[in-house]
């Protein structure tokens, strides 16, 4: 049975405290959960239904499909484990391969010098059986193969991905200091936005937020702006498979919304003209109006009840806190004065600017954004009195 076909342990990552979305998300898709890590979830799926998780999902990193689960004390005896599959049943003789890993083991300080004994072992049993030996380097633009090594025991996987399902292809002109598609989508996922009602996204920067928005309203899935995949590069790959997994999540993009209203705003008149392309090579500029105004003078629609949702610089690596300070209250004003009815969400990772706000939190969603301790404030913005 081809591993196209063979169910298997399939490890879906994502960056740390995105794991509950991506949960959510799996399940969506028609996955049962058999474990969900801080890191990713465990389902049991073939590779073919990899093929599905990496065109869906919005929150993770990689997929990755289990091969083989080994001891291993040292490099040398990892060499023999990965020498003994039959890698010719996987690899094209004249193919490029690249090996990552993360690693936990006393023996070994470098990553690196664990990728290279995997490698070694791939191409000379590719040496030894076809009499060829493929292309290896550090793109992962062909197949990729991973390695999990903590203390004695390991686990070989084939990372179906290749390049980070993180990055939604879609953004050629990051901005200043962007925020990750996925972490943005699922902020999008962790709010009580009911995808029809309006969005609204000051300081929009390069536009992720509100794209994400756009494409989460029109079931709309980031694996549709990739073309290469980690999965197309393996023997078996049978391509009418994966496009006819295309041809279904295609078939299911809303082309209306009634009632959708996505409007992101900045001051910054590059900032709009970058997140305008942005928005065109995702397919969605005609969903969103941008505007090139003051956050605090972004027209908010009074007919419907949405959310609002502001990620502000909050000192880690831009601006200065005290301007940020005063930043940070007029942001308060904003919502308390032209956001009634709505809920608001800031995106922040600096609680002491945060109580500039003025306005208490409903909900503190945890998050990282980078290595930075991040929160997703949410807020009940009340239309007259709480009663």
């Known amino acids: 049975m081809s591993l196209y076909e063979k169910k298997g342990a399939v490890i879906i990552t994502c960056n740390k405290r995105l794991a509950p979305y991506l949960e959510q998300e799996v399940k969506e898709l028609g996955f049962p959960i058999e474990e969900t890590f801080i890191t990713g979830v465990r389902i049991n799926a073939t590779m073919n239904e990899c093929i599905r998780l990496n065109l869906g999902l919005r929150c993770a990193s990689q997929v990755l499909y289990n091969i083989k689960q080994f001891e291993a004390r040292d490099a040398d005896a990892v060499y023999k484990e990965v020498y003994s599959y039959p890698w010719e049943q996987l690899l094209a003789p004249d193919g490029y391969f690249s090996v990552t890993s993360n690693v936990f083991n006393d023996t070994i300080n470098n990553n690196m010098f664990a990728n290279l004994r995997v490698k070694d072992a791939i191409v000379d049993r590719m040496q030894e059986k076809t009499g060829a030996r493929p292309s290896t380097g550090a793109e992962l633009s062909g197949a990729v193969i991973h390695l999990f090594w903590k203390g004695d025991a390991a686990e070989l996987f084939i990372d179906t991905s290749g390049d980070s399902l993180a990055r939604h292809g879609y953004r050629k002109i990051p901005g200043r200091a962007p925020m990750l598609e996925a972490l943005a989508a699922a902020t999008i996922l962790a709010g009580k936005w009911d995808r029809k009602s ?190």
């Open 198 to 387: 309006p969005f609204i996204n000051p300081m929009c920067g390069s536009g992720t937020l509100a794209i994400e928005a756009a494409l989460i309203a029109t079931d709309t899935c980031p694996g549709l702006f990739r073309n290469n995949y980690a999965f197309m590069h393996l023997l078996g790959f049978d391509e009418t498979v994966y496009q006819d997994e295309r041809g279904r999540l295609e078939n299911r993009i809303k082309d209306n919304v009634p009632g959708l209203r996505i409007i992101a705003t900045d001051y910054d008149a590059q900032a709009i003209v970058n997140a305008t392309k942005n928005a065109k090579a995702a397919g969605v500029a005609d969903l969103i109006e941008f505007n090139k105004v003051d956050f605090a003078d972004t027209h908010v629609p009074q007919d419907k009840n949405g959310v609002v949702y502001i990620n502000p610089e909050y000192g880690e690596r831009l601006g200065e806190l005290n301007e940020l300070e005063a930043t940070y209250k007029r942001i308060g004003d904003f919502m308390k004065q032209q956001c009634k009815g709505y809920h608001g969400y800031i995106f922040t990772g600096n609680m002491e600017l945060a109580k500039k706000i003025g306005l208490k939190a409903s909900r503190r969603i945890e998050f990282y954004n980078s290595k930075i301790d991040c929160r997703l404030l949410e807020y009940e913005l009340y239309a007259g009195t709480k009663a």
